[in-house]
T-cell receptor, first 115, second 116 residues
Framework: AQKVTQAQTEISVVEKEDVTLDCVYE???????LFWYKQPPSGELVFLIR??????QNEISGRYSWNFQKSTSSFNFTITASQVVDSAVYFC????????????FGTGTRLQVFP | ETGVTQSPTHLIKTRGQQVTLRCSSQ?????VSWYQQALGQGPQFIFQ???????GRGNFPPRFSGLQFPNYSSELNVNALELDDSALYLC???????????????FGSGTQLSVL
């Protein structure tokens, strides 16, 4: 069975601190996709990144970076120099290769960034 | 701005009633998926529609049903509402077929349903 675990329920940091959100996944598929979404208070889920199971190259996009390690089934997300606007709930998700619209989400990590 | 609009934003119903939630997607978004997000939880996949046909279903009973229309709008219907149906219902759409490994889903802001 597929499963996504986000062990951190809530994280609080002060602005400009770096913060890492953990994600561990389980799947028997050899081909799969991993995602991170951000959910601000308005409710809509905002896509941040997609990574397929064959691409373990880490990625950096501005203040965001992602570390994908198949050996530990982890796909962690780091925000560098956090800002108040980063405050939101962040979800890690997993999909099978044949239907990337069918996502299995973790329970989310609520990030609060204080000024 | 995702281009996905859901209505109503909030809804209060009583147990046993029926409810219809609506979603309007961008032109060209042939695939629409519905998710249920209970308080403090991640979204759970309810079902998916592609070109007006159901294309996959999560672990939800038959009283959850849907429709997709040619004008890129869709509906989620829930019959015989139960207290546990209280949740945020999210609509998500994408270009192309479900098997096209779409880059991302476009989510609406959801309908908050409260069942009393």
């Amino acid at each position: 069975a597929q499963k996504v675990t986000q062990a951190q329920t809530e994280i609080s940091v002060v602005e400009k601190e770096d913060v890492t959100l953990d994600c561990v996944y389980e799947t028997r598929d050899t081909t799969y996709y991993l995602f991170w979404y951000k959910q601000p208070p308005s409710g809509e889920l905002v896509f941040l990144i997609r990574r397929n199971s064959f691409d373990e190259q880490n990625e950096i996009s501005g203040r965001y970076s992602w570390n994908f390690q198949k050996s530990t089934s982890s796909f962690n997300f780091t925000i560098t120099a956090s800002q108040v606007v980063d405050s939101a709930v962040y979800f890690c998700a997993l999909s099978e290769s044949y239907n990337t619209d069918k996502l299995i989400f973790g329970t989310g990590t609520r990030l609060q960034v204080f000024p | 701005e995702t281009g996905v609009t859901q209505s109503p934003t909030h809804l209060i119903k009583t147990r046993g009633q029926q409810v219809t939630l609506r979603c309007s997607s961008q032109s060209g978004h042939n695939t629409v998926s519905w998710y249920q997000q209970a308080l403090g939880q991640g979204p759970q996949f309810i079902f998916q529609y592609y070109r007006e046909e159901e294309n996959g279903r999560g672990n939800f009973p038959p009283r959850f049903s849907g429709l997709q229309f040619p004008n890129y709008s869709s509906e989620l219907n829930v019959n015989a509402l139960e207290l546990d149906d209280s949740a945020l219902y999210l609509c998500a759409s994408s270009f192309g077929a479900p098997t096209a490994t779409n880059e991302k889903l476009f989510f609406g802001s959801g309908t908050q349903l409260s069942v009393l």
